[in-house]
């Protein structure tokens, strides 16, 4: 990028982590927003040990590919292992996470003070639009799970490749 001046300046890329089982409209709201900011985003797959992940990591990837193909600003990739450390490796500017109130604060804060402390990455935190506030991939598989809509919540694809994942039919439309 090159300044009014004629002055070269460095690309500003964030990371958009999470653990995306499966990517909701939430995250994908944060995820727009994010590149509204910087020039470029990774959208970061972890592989996080608390959780049991219901879908394998490559289909987390593909379906977060398909709710931004034409978006070259937009890649996705998986974090191997360590965040901080992939921030580092690709010279992220910042994490971006998304805040859905209180409780996500408390849990995030921490983590953000430590990758701070790992290698110097910064954490910007965006508020969850309120229409998103009470959406997580965690209420939307176990609405799923029981035969429940989730169009509202999801794109088709993601809703698609939750029903497989349960045994049910259903086309993408
Ligand atoms: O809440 P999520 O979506 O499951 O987030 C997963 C992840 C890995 C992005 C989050 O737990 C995080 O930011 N962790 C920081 C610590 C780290 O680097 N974990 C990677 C495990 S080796």
């Known amino acids: 990028m090159t300044t009014a001046s004629g002055k070269t300046m460095a690309e500003r890329l964030a990371v958009v982590p999470g653990s995306f089982d499966p990517v909701t409209l939430g995250h994908c709201d944060?995820?727009?927003?994010?590149?509204?900011l910087f020039d470029r985003i990774v959208?970061?797959?972890a592989v996080n040990a608390a959780k049991q992940a219901l879908l394998p990591v490559e289909t987390r990837i593909a379906l977060i590919e398909d709710s931004f193909a034409g978006r070259e600003d937009i890649e996705v990739s998986q974090v191997p292992g360590l965040l901080a450390e992939f921030c580092r490796q690709r010279g992220a500017t910042a994490?971006?996470?998304?805040?859905?109130?209180?409780?996500?604060l408390g849990h995030e804060e921490p983590m953000a003070l430590v990758n701070k402390e790992l290698t110097g990455v910064e954490t910007v935190f965006l508020a969850a639009a309120p229409v998103w506030g009470h959406v997580s991939s965690s209420i939307v598989k176990d609405v799923?799970?029981?035969?429940?809509?989730?169009?509202a919540y999801v794109t088709p694809a993601v809703a698609a490749a939750l029903a497989e994942a349960f045994g049910r039919r259903q086309s993408v439309q």
């Not at 994490?95 to 996500?104: A, F, H, S, T």
């Not at 029981?146 to 169009?151: K, P």
């Open 30 to 36: 944060v995820i727009r927003r994010a590149a509204d």
């Open 43 to 45: 959208v970061g797959v």
């Open 95 to 104: 994490i971006v996470k998304g805040l859905r109130g209180g409780q996500d």
């Open 144 to 151: 799923a799970r029981c035969g429940g809509e989730v169009s």
